[in-house]
């Protein structure tokens, strides 16, 4: 994670536009407060879909669609979105930014808790899975994400090193955070340990974790 805001505005600046509609999207959402994923992130994201052409898509965490739209521009021709929200006021928002970008068809929002649409989903899988929501849930929707990746897939978890809270001791973290730090420790060492992922842990953004199914052979 940079802290250093000058080599963070620097690496801002070389970020080029995203089109009018997502550039419309992401000025609204900052000015709202609505937590949309860092430009930083948003450019690791780009890249790693670029390069691995995912043709099935889950997210965790559809906010306003900001990054979902950004995934849709990036993927293959004929690939699809899966996206779950269950805040109201940004589903209405989402659906309406769908609608502007004309890939509508392409993104599927599933309205409700990630905890109870998982279930509906169990059978089927993603080449990738974008993370970026609820940070304590993490850990509980791991398992339940690992059957839903075959060999290659990845798991892309944002958020994961909490403004650099995650480095503190518990006694250092405001009481009512330290539930959520203590849990996202223990995501990232069951990420780490998993015998079934390779997991690189980045200092991108607030932090990302990049996690693959390692492959049979």
């Not at 965490?61 to 993927?75: E, K, P």
């Not at 699809?80 to 609608?99: L, P």
């Not at 502007?100 to 808790?113: C, P």
């Amino acid at each position: 994670m940079i802290t250093d805001p000058r080599m963070t505005d620097y690496l801002h600046s070389l970020e080029s536009s995203q089109g009018v509609l997502l550039d419309e999207i992401e000025k609204k959402a900052l000015e709202d407060r609505v937590p949309i994923i860092r430009k930083e992130t948003a450019a690791l994201l780009r890249a790693l879909i670029y390069g691995i052409r995912p043709m099935r898509i889950l997210e965790i965490g559809t906010a306003v669609g900001y990054s979902a739209l950004l995934m849709c521009q990036a993927m293959p021709a004929g690939g699809s979105i899966v996206t779950i929200e269950k805040y109201e006021k940004r589903i209405a928002e989402a659906r309406e930014n769908f609608a502007r970008s004309g890939m509508e068809d392409r993104i599927t929002l599933l309205e409700g808790d990630a905890d109870e649409l998982l279930d509906t989903l169990e059978g089927q899988s993603f080449d990738l899975i974008f993370m970026d929501a609820a940070k304590g849930q993490y850990l509980g929707w791991l398992s339940r994400l690992i059957p839903m990746m075959p060999c290659g897939a990845f798991l892309v978890s944002d958020n994961v090193l909490q403004d650099g809270d995650v480095v503190q001791s518990r006694f250092a973290i405001e009481r009512r955070n330290r539930t959520i730090h203590s849990r996202m420790r223990e995501y990232l060492y069951e990420l780490k340990h998993c015998p079934l992922l390779e997991t690189a842990i980045l200092t991108v953004g607030d932090g990302v974790a990049l996690s693959t199914r390692k492959r049979k052979d």
